[in-house]
């Protein structure tokens, strides 16, 4: 059977959000994980059900499509600078970690409380 493009799509967005399950079982520290398109738009998102977000839906989907303007427009730079590993911002409350894989914006927000970020980077880096 030849899958349509509605299939493909949906078996696409399927497997983000199994990588996003599998990246809040890394850590419990791990507030939410999700994905963005080129767009801004949210292919789909997972807040750990133990916490509350600390952002609103608005305030959510501003950050989203800052982040992949500034996405898009970092594409210049590859040649330049090489292939981004990772942006880490960090605020008082939380870390928030940005990873690209084939256009698509890893979102994941993790508790100012864990220590060894380089190894949990690391360990989501295998996840995606």
Known sequence: MVKTPADKWKDTVIKYR??????????KNIRYAGVINVYGRTLTGIVNPKLKPLLKSE???NEFF???????????????????EHVILQ????????????DMTFYISINRSE????????LIKKVI
């Open 18 to 27: 199994k990588q996003c399950q599998s990246i809040l079982k890394i850590s």
């Open 59 to 61: 305030q959510v989907k």
């Open 66 to 84: 800052i982040l992949s303007t500034l996405m898009s427009l970092r594409k210049d730079t590859v040649n330049s600078v090489g292939k981004l």
């Open 91 to 102: 605020h008082q409350k939380v870390i928030i970690l940005i990873l690209q894989k084939n």
């Open 115 to 122: 220590r060894g970020i380089e190894k949990l980077i690391t």
